[in-house]
T-cell receptor
Framework: QKEVEQDPGPLSVPEGAIVSLNCTYSNSAFQYFMWYRQYSRKGPELLMYTYSSGNKEDGRFTAQVDKSSKYISLFIRDSQPSDSATYLC????????????FGPGTRLSVLP | DGGITQSPKYLFRKEGQNVTLSCEQNLNHDAMYWYRQDPGQGLRLIYYSQIVNDFQKGDIAEGYSVSREKKESFPLTVTSAQKNPTAFYLCATQQGRNSPLHFGNGTRLTVT
């Protein structure tokens, strides 16, 4: 079993839809959770950074962490064609970069 | 992006040649990292450096070398010993513990 699992997609949704992106993990020690957006041929861009369980909201983006289920989610409201990208989850038990574990990414297409 | 510059964007080399990828940052971050990204896989750590003149191997260091002579610079050399060097290489920095990684825009290396 991989340490972090993420459905690779592609996920296609119409403009304006609510998008749900998910990652599951096996290491119960993870407590730092991140979501990155990566456009084609670009580096990942940080969207959300959360510690431990709970929700965090930033504009159209909401990150949820459920440590009891070892499951994290990113919700995108009112999705736009500009949201079309690959979304990577990342997590860590100790927040040093060498400990980060990344999911393979979910490719999202928002159709106009 | 922003304060992390990777160059060149695209690099083509013949098998058997060493090649050096550049990573420069003006964020004044102590920690710098090199990751490799392959389709369908999470980012994999090659090398990292927490301070100048010190660096550590990551999960897939074989066939790679680095130096950290200046805080701003962390070049990665892909040697001829790397069996499958064609990939997208990402440099990242971290401001300190309890902060996320920030990425450059990557270098796409193709070896034929």
């Amino acid at each position: 079993q991989k340490e972090v699992e993420q459905d690779p997609g592609p996920l296609s949704v119409p403009e304006g839809a609510i998008v749900s992106l998910n990652c599951t993990y096996s290491n119960s020690a993870f407590q730092y959770f991140m979501w990155y957006r990566q456009y084609s041929r670009k580096g990942p861009e940080l969207l959300m950074y959360t510690y431990s369980s709970g929700n965090k909201e930033d504009g159209r983006f909401t990150a949820q962490v459920d440590k009891s289920s070892k499951y994290i989610s990113l919700f995108i409201r009112d999705s736009q064609p500009s949201d079309s990208a690959t979304y990577l989850c990342a997590m860590s038990a100790k927040n040093y970069g060498q400990n980060f574990v990344f999911g393979p990414g979910t490719r999202l297409s928002v159709l106009p | 992006d922003g304060g992390i510059t990777q160059s060149p964007k695209y690099l083509f080399r013949k098998e058997g040649q060493n090649v050096t990828l550049s990573c420069e940052q003006n964020l004044n971050h102590d920690a710098m990292y090199w990751y490799r990204q392959d389709p369908g896989q999470g980012l994999r750590l090659i090398y990292y450096s927490q301070i100048v003149n010190d660096f550590q191997k990551g999960d897939i260091a074989e066939g790679y070398s680095v130096s950290r002579e200046k805080k701003e610079s962390f070049p990665l050399t892909v040697t001829s010993a790397q069996k499958n060097p064609t990939a997208f290489y990402l440099c990242a920095t971290q401001q300190g513990r309890n902060s996320p990684l920030h990425f450059g825009n990557g270098t796409r290396l193709t070896v034929t």
